[in-house]
C-alpha cells in the first residue's frame, strides 16, 4: 500500500515556485519610463521645435529649425519630460520625405557634373571607412568595448540599418546605439556650425556668396510644383511607394533609400511634376528630424555609458576631423568648394547634412549623391569587415587572459551579478536543510 503524505501543519506556508511567485511591484520611475507621451504632447513639442526654429532663423542661426529642434528634444530628453523615442508614423514619414527630398536632387545634370569627380570621391569614401576603422581599433584596445561594437559604433552612416544588425553580428545593441547616436548628434550639431563658417570664410575671401533665401514661399505653398494638389498627391505616392519598395527589396534603410529611389526615377523621368517639399512642410521635416536625433539622449542612457563617454568622443572627434582634412584634400584637388566638400564627406548624418546642405545653398546633389552612395556602401561591406575583424582578433578565453576582453563591459558586469545571486540562492538552500 502506497504510503500517504503527512498532512501540512497550520504554520506550514507552501513553496512558491518561480511560475507562482508573485512578482515585485513595479517601481515608479519604470511606471513613467515606460508611458509612451501622448499624442497631444508631441504636438506641443514640434510646435515649440517649429517656434524655436523660427527664432532662430531670426538671428541667423545656421540651419536654424533642425539645431533648434535637436537641442529641444536634447533638453526635454535630459529633463525626464520624454521618455520614449519620436512615434513610429513621425520618424517614418520624416525619414520617407527626407528620401523624396533627396531624389528631387539628383536630377540628370547633376549627376553628369558629379561624374568628373567620381575616382577622388571613390577614394575619399574608402579613406573615411578606413579611418573609423583605425579609430574603432584603438577604442577597443582598452578592453572595456568588444571588437565587434567598436567597429559597428564607429563605421559613418546608416545608424539604423546598423543597430539593427548589430545583435546578429554579436555586438552589445546598447552600446552601438549608444556611439551611432552621439555621432550623428555630433555631426547634426557641428555641420551646420563649420558650413556657416566656410561660406563666410569663402565669401570674406573673394568667393561668391551664396544666394539668398528671399522671402521664401507663401505658407500654401509646401511642395515645388505651381499645382499644390498635384504635388502633394505626387509626393504622398512617392512616399508610400518607396517605403513599400524599399522594404520588398530589403534595402538598407528602407524608408530612406526606397522614397529616394522613387523619386530618382520620377525626376529622370520628367512625368511627375515639382513634388519636392519646400517652405513649411520642409521646415517641418527638418523638425521632426532634429528631435528624432535629440530625443535620444536621456539621462539613463548617460549616466550607464558615463564611463565610456570620453573615448568615444576622442575618436569622434579624431574621425571628424580627419574627414575634414579629407574635404580639404578633395576641394583643392578637384576645385569644388571648401563647404560643398565638407558636406559631403561628413561621416554620416544624412539627414542632418542634407538640411544643412539646403540651409548653406550647397551643392545639393553632389552631398547627396554621395552621401547615399557612401551609405549603401557601408550598409554592405559593415557586416562582412566586422565578422572579418572579430574572427581575427579574437582569442579563445583563458588562453592569454585576453579572451574576456571580447566581452563587452556591462555584459560581464550582469554575468558576475548573476554569479554572485546564484551563490546566494544556493547557500540558502543548503543552510535550510535538515
Known amino acids: 500500500m502506497a504510503p500517504t503524505s503527512a498532512p501540512r501543519r ?3 506556508r507552501p513553496s512558491l515556485t518561480a511560475s507562482t511567485a508573485p512578482k515585485p511591484a513595479p517601481r515608479i520611475f519604470e511606471l513613467l519610463g515606460s508611458r509612451p507621451a501622448p499624442t497631444g504632447l508631441w504636438a506641443l513639442i514640434v510646435a515649440g521645435g517649429y517656434a524655436a526654429g523660427l527664432a532662430a532663423d531670426a538671428v541667423g542661426l545656421p540651419a536654424p529649425y533642425l539645431l533648434s529642434a535637436l537641442l529641444v528634444g536634447a533638453v526635454l530628453a535630459l529633463c525626464g519630460v520624454v521618455r520614449d523615442r519620436l512615434p513610429a508614423p513621425a520618424h517614418r514619414t520624416s525619414q ?3 528620401g523624396a527630398l533627396m531624389g528631387s536632387y539628383l536630377t540628370p545634370s547633376a549627376l553628369v557634373s558629379a561624374a568628373p569627380v567620381a575616382l577622388p570621391l571613390t577614394v575619399v569614401t574608402a579613406a573615411t571607412i578606413a579611418l573609423s576603422l583605425v579609430a574603432a581599433w584603438f577604442l577597443a584596445r582598452g578592453g572595456r568595448i568588444s571588437r565587434p561594437s567598436a567597429v559597428l559604433g564607429m563605421v559613418p552612416g546608416g545608424s539604423a540599418a546598423i543597430v539593427t544588425c548589430a545583435d546578429e553580428l554579436r555586438a552589445d545593441v546598447r552600446l552601438v546605439a549608444f556611439t551611432q547616436y552621439l555621432r550623428v548628434g555630433l555631426v547634426a550639431t557641428t555641420a551646420p556650425l563649420a558650413a556657416h563658417w566656410m561660406t563666410s570664410a569663402s565669401s570674406a575671401a573673394g568667393g561668391h556668396p551664396a544666394a539668398g533665401g528671399g522671402a521664401g514661399p507663401g505658407l500654401l505653398h ?5 499645382d499644390q494638389l498635384t504635388g502633394l498627391f505626387a509626393l504622398a505616392a512617392i512616399a508610400v511607394a518607396g517605403s513599400w519598395a524599399g522594404r520588398r527589396l530589403r534595402l538598407p534603410t528602407p524608408l530612406l533609400i526606397g522614397p529616394m529611389l522613387v523619386a530618382l526615377v520620377a525626376t529622370l523621368s520628367g512625368a511627375v511634376p515639382g513634388f519636392a517639399p519646400v517652405g513649411m512642410l520642409q521646415n517641418v521635416v ?3 528630424v532634429g528631435l528624432d536625433v535629440g530625443v535620444r539622449f536621456t539621462r539613463q542612457t548617460l549616466v550607464s555609458m558615463r ?3 570620453a573615448p568615444i568622443l576622442v575618436c569622434m572627434a579624431v574621425v571628424c576631423l580627419g574627414c575634414a582634412g579629407l574635404a580639404w584634400v578633395f576641394a583643392a584637388a578637384t576645385g569644388t568648394p571648401i563647404t560643398d566638400a565638407y558636406l559631403a564627406t561628413t561621416p554620416g548624418g544624412i539627414n542632418a547634412v542634407l538640411a544643412t546642405a539646403v540651409s548653406s545653398h550647397a551643392d545639393i546633389a553632389l552631398v547627396s549623391t554621395v552621401q547615399s552612395l557612401r551609405l549603401l556602401a557601408v550598409i ?3 557586416p562582412m569587415i566586422t565578422r572579418l575583424l572579430a574572427a581575427r582578433w579574437s582569442k579563445p578565453a583563458g588562453a592569454d587572459g585576453q579572451g574576456a576582453r571580447n566581452v563587452p563591459l556591462r555584459a ?3 554575468s558576475n551579478v548573476d554569479r554572485l545571486r546564484a551563490c546566494s540562492r544556493t547557500r540558502v538552500r543548503v543552510s535550510g536543510r535538515p
Open 10 to 12: 497550520a504554520d506550514e
Open 412 to 414: 560581464s558586469v550582469y
Open 96 to 98: 520617407a520625405l527626407v
Open 222 to 226: 509646401v511642395v515645388a510644383g505651381s
Open 307 to 309: 564611463c565610456l563617454l
Open 286 to 288: 527638418f523638425v521632426l
Open 380 to 382: 554592405l561591406v559593415t
